[in-house]
């Protein structure tokens, strides 16, 4: 007897928990129970059924920020665990981690940072989907909040870049020239795998730093040109479908108040209602390991809680999460006549910092990663942030002429960073939708400003940016919006407090394989790592979308759940997309090609994914043109060709008509 296909399978492979799309060819087949390794959408958001329940297990999670909550919240709503058996350490007396917001109208307020979020962070919304809304009524979620502000008043800038003293320079293009297009999209088409280590400005010349594109990247997402050409590369696939939005950030979705108070603040009191403990003021500084046939399973927590050293001891079904690295630890203050101090050494962060966990890890296996890598040159990963708390002044007249809409009406305000192009710090700033903190009195504004520069003198403080106090930034603000004349004035109706944070771009940092450890590190049957210090298959990191996916590959993993973490976004293949970006790659102006797609596809059903011609003109004349083009000038084969492609053309039409 004779086996049928479907009976000579294979077995069904247990599915990878952390999706690749990269890894091979992909194609549907009867063993191939899951959808692409990159298909999100709602098939993807069933929830399995949980593993046995293990009686008396515990899992403790180390770090408070929006990973630590994403895996609380995950174990809960995936794992089926009880709340109670969760336990979250943090060093700090607030949850949140790098997710801040703080202060008063009286004091000032202050925002570390800020997050900037599109459609497509789909691990993100998932979880925040679940989450009860921080200011609608019961039944409604903070995915529900979200999307009621921004579907109802879009983002957009009409200021994005400025210099010369208070004049917009025009950013309606990305000022790319050929030479610069073709370095992008060879940087696209580049293997990974070639760039461990590269830099950024070791792959660009000098002229591409002076466009419009690297202005809008670098202030956008905080790149140095002395940091990874491998993350960025990661970010253009990433962002590549909202690379037309660039310009005039219309890519970009913004939340109503701070991070804080839009995420963590409803996300806590979720997990407090199932139960979730937090211990604050304790720092977990190392883990002991039992070790037996190459598999390593953690039995206790070394840490200092108020002070003085616990060793909290794991059971043997225990579980713990922890986090690697911080963007924000060591951060030094400062207010209006305050500079901040910064106590960290360029090449260690000592003992009492929040990369001694990971220190500790390393030493013990080549399989935890090299911290050293991303903290040891605090020169390179360090900028600084000020925030404003604004009352009624000539600032914010000049606020209101680069505003989108009046300041104090409660929407979209500057629509993102506003840059100065010709400021030696690389000096931003911004006005999110207003009140930015619940409570906020009505006549207050909070702006953030921040620069990437930290070694160059101000154009008009004649100093660097992290020996200035508030004030100084301030008046060096002023300067760039043409108003320092008024500086008095403004700074008796503006408070100023000061951030700078030595490992803020710490992430960004060149590095190689093995330089950051997996979510889950080989051999490790209880120990999953979590945050912006960690290797996944394809995503990149400083980002909220990063820390969730990251909390989620390790439940998933260590709960050993039939479910599986889908890779990013599939809108990098889309040809829409790369069609678009194409376009605005090339400054708006059709790519060389697009009008003999006019031409062929122009009259079929497809014609809609190809972006208008600005000119309506798609003639032969202007395709034999492209043709050419394409072929060599003089090309006799352009009519030819020409013609061969219109006969095709008018062929498909044909067969498309009813007989």
């Known amino acids: 007897m004779t086996a049928s296909p479907q009976s000579a399978q294979p077995p069904h492979a247990k599915p990878k928990v952390e999706a690749n799309i990269g890894e091979a060819f992909w194609r549907k087949g009867p063993n191939d129970t899951l959808p692409p390794p990159d298909a999100v959408g709602p098939y993807m958001r069933n929830r399995p059924l949980p593993a046995p329940r293990v009686e008396g297990r515990k899992a403790w999670i180390i770090g408070s920020g929006i990973a630590g909550l994403a895996a609380a919240f995950y174990m809960i709503r995936d794992g089926r665990m009880k709340g109670e058996d969760i336990t979250i350490l943090d060093t700090m007396d ?6 801040d917001g703080a202060g008063d109208a009286e004091q000032g307020y202050i925002i570390r940072g800020g997050r900037e979020m599109n459609w497509n962070y789909d691990h993100f919304w998932d979880l925040f989907q679940d989450v009860p809304a921080l200011e609608l009524p019961e039944g409604y979620s903070v995915l529900d909040e979200y999307r009621l502000v921004n579907d109802n008043d879009p983002n957009w800038s009409k ?37 461990d280590d590269v830099t950024i400005e070791e792959y660009f010349g ?21 940091q990874s050409l491998l ?42 209602d199932k139960g979730v403990q937090v211990r604050f003021d304790t720092r977990a ?17 070394r840490c200092k809680a108020g002070g003085a050293d616990e060793t909290i001891a794991l059971g043997p079904d225990d579980l713990i999460f922890a986090l690697t ?33 990971w220190k500790n890890l390393a030493s013990k296996s080549p399989v935890f990663g ?34 989108v809409n009046d300041p104090y009406s409660g929407k979209t305000v500057t629509g993102g960073v506003i840059t100065f192009t010709d400021s030696s710090w690389v000096l931003s700033f911004t006005c999110n939708r207003q009140p930015h903190f619940p409570g906020q009195p009505d006549d207050v504004l909070v702006l953030w400003v921040y620069a990437l520069l930290m070694d160059k003198d101000g154009d008009h403080v004649k100093k660097p940016m992290p020996a200035c106090t508030g004030r100084e930034i301030l008046t060096e603000l002023c300067y760039h919006l043409g108003i320092v ?23 960004f940092m060149p590095r190689a394989a093995g330089d950051r450890p997996r979510v889950v590190p080989e051999g490790c049957t209880n120990l999953a790592l979590l945050g912006q210090f960690v290797e996944t298959s394809n995503d990149i990191i400083f980002t909220m979308e990063c820390s969730v996916r990251t909390a989620r590959i390790g439940v998933y993993t260590l709960l050993d759940l039939p479910k599986q973490v889908a890779d990013i976004s599939p809108t990098q293949y889309d040809i829409r997309n790369l069609l678009k970006a194409a376009r605005a790659l090339n400054n708006n102006e059709p790519f060389l090609g697009e009008r003999l797609l006019h031409r062929l596809l122009g009259k079929t059903y497809y014609a809609h994914i190809l972006p208008p011609l600005p000119d309506k003109d798609a003639t032969r004349e202007h395709a034999e043109t492209e043709l050419s083009a394409l072929l060599g000038k003089g090309s006799q084969a352009a009519g030819a060709a020409l013609t061969w492609l219109e006969q095709l053309r008018d062929s498909l039409k044909k067969r498309s008509k009813p007989q």
């Open 231 to 272: 993350e960025m590369k990661l970010y253009m696939h990433r962002f590549l479908d909202a690379i037309d939005g660039l310009t005039d950030m219309s890519a970009l979705v913004f939340p109503k108040y701070n991070q804080y108070d839009s995420f963590v603040t409803p996300l806590v009191r979720m997990l407090k």
């Open 206 to 226: 000098e002229s591409f730093f002076e466009t419009n594109f690297w202005f809008l990247w670098r202030s956008m997402f905080a790149f140095q040109t002395w």
């Open 370 to 403: 090299k911290p050293e890598k991303f903290y040891g040159d605090v020169a390179r990963s360090t900028w600084e942030s000020a925030t404003l708390t604004c009352r009624p002044s000539p600032f914010v007249d000049k606020l209101k002429e680069l505003s």
């Open 485 to 507: 004349d008024q500086i008095d004035e403004i700074a008796a109706a503006t408070k100023v407090r000061l951030a700078l944070m030595p490992y803020i771009t710490a992430e």
């Open 325 to 357: 690295g911080s963007m924000t630890e060591g951060a030094a203050y400062g207010d209006m006549d305050t500079v901040p101090v910064l106590e960290r050494e360029n090449s260690e962060p000592g003992e009492g910092s929040d990369w001694t966990l």
């Open 285 to 301: 500084y190392d883990l002991d390991f039992a070790e037996r046939d190459g598999q390593r399973t953690v039995t206790a927590i």
């Open 94 to 99: 607030i949850a949140g981690g790098s997710l």
């Open 159 to 195: 200021s994005r870049l400025m210099h010369k003293q208070g004049q917009i320079r025009d950013f309606s293009t990305l000022g790319l020239s050929k030479a610069h297009q073709w370095e992008l999209i060879k940087l696209l088409l580049k293997r990974k795998e070639d760039l």
